[in-house]
Each structure stands twice: as C-alpha cells, then as structure tokens.
C-alpha cells in the first residue's frame, strides 16, 4: 500500500494553515504611516479583494472549470486517507437499482397502486403504474438476498486464500441499502460512496459514520469502489448498475485490473437485460469474455462463487 503523501491531507492545505474566517481589521502601524490617513483604509480593501484570498481558502476560484484536476485530486485523496486511516484493504462491492425497496415498502405500494386504479378503472397511466409496481414487489426478494449478503460478508473471517472482507456500496437506498444494513446489523463496517446529484439525495441509514462519503466525480466514485475490491455483484438494475457493469467487464477484459469474481444476481433479469449469446453469436466478444462472469441466485451461492473462486488459484 503506498503511503499518503503528507500534503494531501483535506485538501492542499498547508500544514500549520489557519482556516477561513472573517476577515480582520487592519490595525494601524507600518503598514499604515500616521502621515497618511488613507492608507489604512486602502491596504483594508487589498486585504478584502478576492485576488489576495489564499487559493486554498477561495472556494470561488476552486470552483472555476480551470481547476477540474485539482477538484479531482481533492475527490480522490479525501476518501483515500480515510479508508487508508480506517485500515480498509478489501471490499466486496455491490451494484444495484436504487428503485428496488424493501419487502414490505414494496406491498404497500403495490396495494396503492391497485387501489388507486381501482377508483380510476381502465386508466392507462395506473394501469402502468401497477405493472411496474408489481415487478418491483417482485424485484424486492433481491433486498433480502443483498442483506443477507452483506451479513455473510461482515461475519467472514480472514483465510489463507482470502483476506478480510467489508461491504461497500453507492451508499444509495435499494439494493445499495441492502447490503449496508446486512452488514450494519451484526456490527460490521458498512461503506457508502455517495454521489452528488443535481436532485436531493441523502446517504442510506446503514452505514458507518465514518465511512460515509460523498462524492462529485463519477468517475473517482467509481475508482474507489473498484480500487480494493476483492469481488463484484452485480444485482438487477437500470442504467446506472449497467453502466458500471459494462465498465468492470470492460477494465477485465482489457487486463487493466487484477481479474476478480464478477457476479450477476437474478439470471432471468439479466439473461433479458445482457444478451451476452446474442454478443458472442455476432463475434463482437469471446468465448473467454462470456467466462468473465456468473450467475447466482441467493446469497449463499454469491458468497460460495467468490469463495471458491479463491479457493481454486493457484
């Protein structure tokens, strides 16, 4: 692991820096000659002009585009040094739709939706509105196969072909949330890398405080999520979760990271979703590119795949 370089900490403050605050009154002195009644008033106006705030203190200047690379350095070093401080060394990483909730939640608005077409029978627009409801309330058994998960990965222990493990996620509700509360209720670290949007978003209740995190970058977001993880899971999702799928299998493909165990939760879901046959059939992928991936349905089949997937390197 490489060690954090000493200037990065928070930012590119410098150590022994003071922090923002309101600006001071000049007192009169040197800088002030009594012949001069005006000039204290004049070096006031310097010390309040925006070109004298220090770069490091001037949010309107960090802000400017010019200023994307250091923005992306602060991104990336933030959530570093704490995942480094909190001794976090390998993850297993779930993917999935923000839009699949919880069991019950899924029922309630299942009976919503066919209540509120039954007031309003032959509408089109409830009509709709109760398929998607009822596919979600189907979806919501994978809310209980991520939670599950994230308590089969909170409880593991260290073994000789695999370190110890710690849940992270988009740190988002559904299946994200999912996961974090598994691990959450048997008391192990659960990590959330939050990302801003322009529409109000908060992180899922079940993480730990100190290992939550919001992000501006996707493309740092999706660094860290991938950077220590030991496996990914991939379970049913829109744009988003594909996005992020098509990405990993990418970077495995090409060989630019390590090869991990990939899995994809639901077969049905994603037989409809990724017509891998149909990919290799056209000959725009390999046989080998169909191996990068497996199917599973419940959570003890996830954690025997990646299991066994280190059991059996060399």
């Known amino acids: ?41 004049r070096v006031q ?9 220090q ?3 001037d949010p309107a200047f960090l802000e400017r585009p010019q200023m994307c690379g250091v923005r992306l350095q602060l991104d990336y070093w933030k959530t570093e040094e704490l995942l480094l401080r909190h001794r976090i060394e390998h993850t297993v990483v779930v993917y999935g739709s923000t839009r699949i909730p919880e ?13 509120a077409l039954r007031a309003r029978s032959g509408d ?31 409880r593991s222990e260290k073994t000789q072909k695999l370190p110890k493990l710690t849940v992270v996620t988009g740190g ?54 991938l950077e220590r993880a030991k496996a990914a899971v991939f379970f049913p999702g829109g744009y988003g979760t594909c996005d992020e799928l098509f990405e990993v299998l990418t970077l495995l493909q090409t060989q630019k990271i390590r090869a991990l165990p990939v899995v994809l939760v639901g077969e049905k879901f994603w037989r409809k979703a990724f017509n891998v046959d149909f990919l290799l059939r ?33």
């Not at 106006?45 to 705030?53: A, E, K, M, Q």
Request: overall charge neutral; glycine content about 8%; charged content about 20%.
């Open 1 to 41: 692991m490489n060690k954090l370089p000493e200037h990065t900490i928070e930012g590119l403050r410098l150590r022994g820096s003071p922090r923002p605050g309101p600006a001071q009154s000049l007192p009169r002195g040197p800088m002030a000659p009594e012949d001069d009644p005006e000039a204290s008033e």
């Open 45 to 53: 106006r310097l010390l309040d002009s925006p070109s004298y705030r």
């Open 124 to 154: 089109a627009e409830l009509a709709q509105a109760v398929r998607v409801a009822r596919s979600l309330a189907r979806k919501s058994a994978y809310y209980s196969v991520a939670r599950e998960l994230g308590q089969l990965i909170g």
């Open 172 to 225: 988002g509700p559904g299946i994200m949330e999912a996961a974090n509360r598994g691990a959450f209720e048997i008391g192990a670290p659960s990590i959330g890398l939050n990302i801003s949007l322009p529409h109000v978003q908060f992180p899922n209740p079940y993480l730990t405080p100190e290992l939550c995190f919001r992000l501006h970058y996707f493309a740092i977001r999706k660094l860290h999520l």
């Open 55 to 57: 770069a490091d203190q």
């Open 282 to 314: 056209e000959g725009v992928i390999s046989s080998a590119d169909v191996a990068l991936f497996t199917f599973a349905e419940t959570a003890r089949q996830i954690w025997s795949t990646i299991t066994g997937w280190y059991e059996q390197e060399a």
């Open 103 to 115: 069991p019950s939640a899924a029922r309630r608005k299942l009976d919503a939706a066919r209540a």
